[in-house]
């Protein structure tokens, strides 16, 4: 980040920006790529006395012990205002102040808030002009559905243009991607996408009862990653058009080829709903049917409290052989993580690992026959994987990480 820059962070108070953000930013100083920043947090309520130290802590506890020096000069620059969106003005002030003392820089605003509050929240930056000359990262899911997705583009362009707006998706930001798009549809009978989760809810009920699974991963992350690997290998802005392509060339998800589940125990959780019925396991297939890809089906699969945590592309070919892209693996002794090369890109201004507008349309309509449909997800009990009856999904074979 060569030029001085300031990250507005709302939704700094939250899971997001101590666990995934905050080091990020840490790695990207380690490595000398962070430049002059200011980070201003913001958000409705103020934090608690001691929030630097846990910032500081949560900091320490995610980097290797060799860049533990960088710390305190990143959690050093973070200050926080209080903000809403029916009153940015303090914030305003505040993004003014960091502006002039840096002497010329750029604005960086990142949304880590709910769906539902960001068509209001992006109101707010237009009137008090925080959008103006910004660069505005929206994180996922990019709406809740079709509907919903056309008025957050409404709103965002309202306030920017297209080319100023980064829809983050972390999956894109892997070290794995190149290997994915090098990956070749000849003599491959199916490719299966598995990113089970050990995780729960992790305080997040609120979120989660809003989005559910096929919102919060398969219309996201795993749709990206399908469209990674099914796109024509290509440079610069023509990679975000192959993967239009792709979007635009997917057939809609169909119910006889999609398993929902909910882990026993959900609707105990503290702020989840007695009757909920949001699923927190799907299993589907994604048919790309136009292009090289056309005759092989993408199998995908993920969940809350499963038997592992992994993030696994496995191309099975038709003599019975396997290449596996292990994309968690893939970071091992990176000195960046997704979130850091992601992060740099919007300050250098390079989109093409974000999601297009148009590709989130594409797969709000591709997902949309599940949404649209009433469902009573299968139980399944924690620290399996999943439903019995995603077990049969991907034929003969099953399941290839299930069985390693």
């Given at each position: 980040m060569s030029k001085p820059q300031v990250l507005v962070m709302f939704g700094a108070t939250g899971d997001?920006?101590?666990?995934?953000?905050?080091?990020?930013?840490?790695?990207?100083?380690?490595?000398?790529?962070?430049?002059?920043?200011?980070?201003?947090?913001?958000?409705?309520?103020?934090?608690?006395?001691?929030?630097?130290?846990?910032?500081?802590?949560?900091?320490?506890?995610?980097?290797?012990?060799?860049?533990?020096?960088?710390?305190?000069?990143?959690?050093?620059?973070?200050?926080?205002?209080?903000?809403?969106?029916?009153?940015?003005?303090?914030?305003?002030?505040?993004?003014?102040?960091?502006?002039?003392?840096?002497?010329?820089?750029?604005?960086?605003?990142?949304?880590?808030?709910?769906?539902?509050?960001?068509?209001?929240?992006?109101?707010?930056?237009g009137r008090t002009g925080?959008?103006?000359?910004?660069?505005?990262?929206?994180?996922?899911?990019?709406?809740?559905?079709?509907?919903?997705?056309?008025?957050?583009?409404?709103?965002?362009?309202?306030?920017?243009?297209?080319?100023?707006?980064?829809?983050?998706?972390?999956f894109l930001g892997s070290?794995?991607?190149?290997?994915?798009?090098?990956?070749?549809?000849?003599?491959?009978?199916?490719?299966?996408?598995?990113?089970?989760?050990?995780?729960?809810?992790?305080?997040?009920?609120?979120?989660?009862?809003?989005?559910?699974?096929?919102?919060?991963?398969v219309?996201?992350?795993?749709?990206?990653l399908v469209g990674?690997?099914?796109?024509e290998h290509a440079d610069g802005d023509r990679w975000r058009e192959a993967r239009a392509e792709v979007f635009a060339a997917m057939a809609a998800l169909r119910q006889d080829e999609t398993v929902l589940g909910q882990y026993e125990?959900?609707?105990d959780e503290d702020d989840v709903d007695d009757d909920s019925t949001v699923d927190t396991f799907a299993a589907t297939t994604f048919h790309v049917q136009e292009g090289p890809w056309a005759d092989v089906p993408f199998v995908v699969r993920t969940g809350?409290?499963?038997?592992?945590?992994?993030?696994?592309?496995?191309?099975?070919?038709?003599?019975?052989?396997?290449?596996?892209v292990d994309v968690d693996a893939a970071e091992q002794g990176q000195a960046l993580d997704p979130y850091a090369r992601l992060l740099a890109d919007v300050a250098a201004g390079d989109p093409r690992r974000f999601v297009r507008g148009d590709h989130a349309e594409q797969l709000w309509r591709v997902v949309g026959p599940l949404l649209d449909a009433d469902h009573d997800p299968a139980q399944y009990a924690p620290g399996s994987w999943g439903p019995e009856a995603a077990d049969a999904l991907p034929g003969p074979g099953g399941w290839s990480l299930a069985r390693g």
């Open positions: 997001l920006f101590s666990r995934k953000l905050l080091p990020s930013l840490v790695r990207l100083h380690a490595e000398g790529l962070l430049g002059d920043v200011r980070v201003i947090g913001t958000g409705r309520h103020a934090p608690d006395d001691g929030w630097t130290d846990e910032l500081r802590q949560a900091a320490t506890d995610s980097v290797p012990d060799a860049i533990e020096d960088a710390v305190d000069p990143v959690v050093d620059r973070i200050s926080f205002v209080v903000s809403s969106a029916d009153d940015g003005d303090d914030l305003a002030r505040a993004v003014a102040e960091a502006e002039d003392e840096l002497g010329g820089s750029d604005r960086l605003l990142y949304l880590s808030v709910p769906p539902t509050a960001m068509v209001d929240l992006l109101g707010m930056l925080l959008a103006d000359g910004a660069r505005i990262v929206v994180e996922k899911p990019y709406g809740l559905d079709a509907e919903s997705g056309r008025a957050l583009d409404e709103a965002l362009h309202a306030v920017v243009p297209e080319d100023r707006v980064y829809r983050i998706d972390h070290a794995a991607v190149d290997d994915l798009a090098a990956l070749t549809p000849d003599g491959v009978q199916q490719v299966q996408v598995d990113v089970p989760e050990t995780l729960g809810l992790e305080g997040r009920a609120g979120f989660y009862e809003s989005t559910g699974c096929l919102r919060d991963m219309v996201t992350h795993l749709a990206q990674v690997i099914a796109a125990g959900y609707t809350k409290n499963l038997a592992v945590n992994r993030s696994v592309v496995t191309v099975r070919h038709v003599d019975g052989s396997e290449r596996v």
